[in-house]
């Protein structure tokens, strides 16, 4: 089947411009999640989204930081007024359970890599 | 805060050897534990799962070991091969299990 898919894969802007990064999870996945990736580091949490819940945004590093889920399915991650520092890979994941007891591995996308020049 | 981290940042191995990536973590209440493989370009995949109720479990080449009293994992594969090649990162949840959060990541060398 299908895994998580993001779109772009590559993504260019100039400083203060806003971007949108989309996220398909795999279907029937209830739990997603944003993770950074800056070069040769380890992952950086952003937000999970977890069924009809409150999203957790307690990773979102700025109030340029946002991300909705529609409908339960499809992500978007909003940066505005894009800065050099948040070149990064931006990925998605997704898990067939979430909170609590959160027991189910992640599916990863490719992620979006982001330069901001 | 709450860690899971990788004990060294780089191994490099013999193609054929066993390589033996090692993980601490900090909450003692965590009850599931990830391995992930990052190969260049690509988004993390799963390798291998434990929960807590277990000490060891193993997989196609891979065997992870969990001892709960110090509080550390471990990732093993045998005969190691050059598509073995990448970054592996442990993860557990966060209390409460609400993220997951993972370790820096051990890039894996192997040599021809």
Known sequence: GAG?????SNKVTEKGKDVELRCDP???????????????????FLIYFQGNSAPDKSGLPSDRFSAERTGGSVSTLTIQRTQQEDSA??????????????N???HFGNGTRLTVT | GESVGLHLP???VQEGDNSIINCAYSNSASDYFIWYKQESGKGPQFII???????????????????????HLSLQIAATQPGDSAVYFCAGPNTGGFKTIFGAG???????
């Open chain 1, 104 to 106: 189910s591995p992640l």
């Open chain 2, 49 to 71: 799962d434990i929960r807590s109720n277990m000490d060891k479990r193993q997989g196609q080449r891979v065997t992870v070991l969990l001892n709960k009293t110090v509080k």
């Open chain 1, 4 to 8: 998580v898919s993001q779109s772009p």
């Open chain 2, 10 to 12: 780089t191994l490099s």
């Open chain 1, 89 to 102: 890979v931006y990925l998605c994941a997704s898990s067939l359970r979430g909170a609590p007891n959160n």
């Open chain 1, 26 to 44: 795999i279907s029937g996945h209830t739990a997603l999640y944003w993770y950074r990736q800056s070069l040769g580091q380890g992952l950086e």
């Open chain 2, 106 to 112: 051990t890039r894996l060398f192997v040599k021809a």
